[in-house]
Each structure stands twice: as structure tokens, then as C-alpha cells.
């Protein structure tokens, strides 16, 4: 019976792992289609912004003759037949990071999917050679779980800020007002993605100062660990020491019949006796009047409560809102990377703004 179900256990996780291969090959050619494409359209952007320059340097010559300028006229066909050309690559890329994003969030739907399986499989199972096998195998997938995530973190905010581009992608045109007015279009997507920029930035100075406050508690609260061992070291050492004292003194009063007294020179009650009018001592410690007792010997409880309650999660301050925690998508790491691709995003929209405008004064 069981070797039927470590075999039954062992078929269900072959067949779990058997799709993740083929998940992770489909994200890993549709990424770097992506960015092949990516990369082609970069170059034709280049080709194109220098086309631009020569034609304004063509123009500003004055090289045309009685029947025109046929290299000037060139020129302008060759910068429409670019940017047509640019904006096929741009929907094409477009295209490829829908299909990348999804193909991505099915990737770590399975990788989760696994994950749980093998939890399962984990805690069914009595074997210790299995399960450190399962233990092995969880971390493997959690480690390549969270190497999509991080993926996902990067590739999300650049997709959103591509399609905000695409909205007002320049389109060919001789007609010097529209690519004027496209050059409009591109600085206000360039103003809107600005402003998402300075949110980002914002959120890299939280997460920031959060890592620093967690570092610094960290650090607090390992020297007040240290301080507290010291504390209940001390009490005790004193305690024994007390103790001791006592039953030095016990001893002694014994030895010469009468009775004993504590370290601060009291009676000790006889056993079995107490004082007139009030109850027999059940030999445990008079109870508070919240129904709590108190701690013999130890006035520091409530100390030691308090710094238990901090070891286990800080408090925020009294009127200082706490900063929401990191999530795997958006660490400080993801935030950076978004910040970089933000930062690219606007030089390359101004960038095609300026070319736009040297393209319309060309043709004027």
C-alpha cells in the first residue's frame, strides 16, 4: 500500500513538473522575439532620426534646381517608408509583450501549482529520504517561482508605459502640422509617464527608509535581546544568592531553637499556621486585584512582556503611520529597475518629438 502511494505520488509530481518545461521554453522565446524586435526597432529609430537631420540639412542648403531636389525628394519617401515601417515593429513588439505578460502569470500559476503539490506531497509522506527529496524540490521550485516574479515586476509597468506610447505613436504623414501635433501628442505621454516616474521615486524613498528602520531595529532589538539575558542572568544569580542566604539562616536558627527568618531579618510563619484573621497561605502568590498573580521575586515582568511583544513585530509610534511592507513585485530592486525603464522611456518620446519637428520643418 504504500509503495503504491509513493508511486501514485511520484507519478502526480512527474506530471506537474512535465508541463513546466514547456512553460518556461514558451516564455523564453517569446521574451527574446520581444527582444529581437525591440532591438530592430531601436535601430530603424536611429536610421530615422538621422534621415531626419539630413533632410533639414538638405533643405537648409537650398541645393534644389529648377524641377526640385531629387535627393531631398528621396529622402522624404525613404523617412515615410521608415516610419511606417517603425510602426508595424512597434505593434509587433506590442503583440509580443501581451503574449510574453500572459504566457508569464501561466508560468508562475504552474509554478504555484507545483509548489502546492509538493507540499502536499511532502506532508503525506513518512519517508525521511522522500521528504528531504521533497524539501530539495520545493526550494528549487520556489527559487525559479520567484525568478518569474521578478520578471513579471519588470516586464509589467514597461508594458504599461508602452501601451500609454502607443496611444499617440507617430504615424507617416507629409503634412508638417499633423507631425507637429503628433510631436504635441508624444510630450504629453512623455508629461503623463513623468509624472508616473516621480511616483515610482517616491516609493524607492519609502522602501528605502523602511529598509532602514528594519535595519535599525534589527539592531535595537538585538542589543536589547542582550540587555534582557544580562537582566535575567542577574536576577538569578541574586535570586540563588538569596536563597542561599536564606537557608544559611534557617539553619542556623534551627540549631538554636528558634525560629527562622528571612534575608530582611522577619519571622518565617510556623508551617501549618497564619496570622489571626485572615486566610490560610496556600503557598502560592497573593492574587492581584485583576485576578493576576504576580511573579514572586520578578517586579520586571511587564519589561520582559513588552520587549517579547517587540522581538515579535515592532509597533509603529502613536500617530506615525507604519509603512505598508514590501511585496515580492514591487521590492526595491523591481522599483529601481522600473525607475530605469521610465527614465529610457521619456528620453526616447522626446527624443521622437524632436524628430518629428525636424521632419516638418523639412518639408516646409
Do not use: C
Not at 534644389?64 to 515601417?85: I, N, T, V, Y
Amino acid at each position: 500500500m504504500a509503495a503504491a502511494l509513493s508511486m501514485g505520488l511520484a507519478e502526480s509530481a512527474w506530471a506537474e513538473e512535465a508541463s513546466l518545461p514547456r512553460a518556461r521554453e514558451r516564455v523564453e522565446r517569446l521574451d527574446r522575439e520581444r527582444a529581437q524586435t525591440a532591438r530592430e526597432r531601436a535601430r530603424l529609430e536611429a536610421e530615422l532620426d538621422r534621415l531626419a537631420e539630413w533632410i533639414a540639412r538638405r533643405k537648409a542648403s537650398g541645393t534644389s534646381g529648377l524641377f526640385g531636389d531629387p535627393e531631398l525628394d528621396r529622402l522624404l519617401k525613404r523617412s515615410r517608408a521608415l516610419s511606417s515601417q517603425i510602426d508595424r515593429m512597434r505593434r509587433e513588439e506590442h503583440r509580443l509583450e501581451s503574449a510574453l505578460l500572459a504566457a508569464a502569470r501561466t508560468l508562475e500559476a504552474a509554478y504555484a501549482a507545483a509548489l502546492t503539490e509538493a507540499k502536499e506531497t511532502f506532508d503525506r509522506s513518512s519517508d525521511p529520504d522522500e521528504r528531504a527529496r521533497i524539501a530539495r524540490r520545493i526550494a528549487a521550485l520556489e527559487a525559479q517561482r520567484r525568478q518569474v516574479v521578478a520578471g513579471l515586476a519588470r516586464l509589467k509597468p514597461r508594458r504599461d508605459s508602452q501601451i500609454a506610447a502607443a496611444d499617440h505613436a507617430p504615424t507617416a504623414t507629409d503634412d508638417p502640422e499633423a507631425l507637429r501635433a503628433q510631436a504635441d501628442r508624444l510630450r504629453d505621454t512623455r508629461d503623463k509617464i513623468a509624472r508616473r516616474l516621480e511616483a515610482v521615486r517616491r516609493r524607492i524613498a519609502e522602501a528605502r527608509m523602511q529598509r532602514e528602520l528594519e535595519e535599525e531595529m534589527d539592531g535595537f532589538l538585538s542589543e536589547m535581546r542582550l540587555v534582557d539575558e544580562g537582566d535575567r542572568a542577574a536576577a538569578r544569580l541574586g535570586g540563588e544568592a538569596v536563597a542561599a542566604a536564606g537557608q544559611e539562616t534557617a539553619g542556623a536558627a534551627e540549631n538554636a531553637g528558634l525560629p527562622a527568618r528571612d534575608s530582611d531579618g522577619v519571622a518565617a510563619p510556623v508551617a501549618g499556621a497564619s496570622e489571626p484573621g485572615s486566610p490560610a497561605f496556600d503557598g502560592n502568590p497573593p492574587a492581584t486585584t485583576d485576578n493576576t498573580r504576580t511573579a514572586p521575586g520578578t517586579g520586571e515582568s511587564e519589561t520582559f512582556f513588552h520587549l517579547d511583544r517587540l522581538a515579535s513585530r515592532p509597533e509603529a509610534e502613536p500617530g506615525v503611520a507604519a509603512l505598508p511592507p514590501l511585496g515580492e513585485e514591487e521590492s526595491l530592486e523591481s522599483l529601481e529597475a522600473q525607475e530605469t525603464q521610465l527614465e529610457a522611456l521619456i528620453r526616447r518620446l522626446e527624443q521622437r518629438a524632436r524628430t518629428l519637428e525636424a521632419q516638418a520643418e523639412a518639408i516646409e
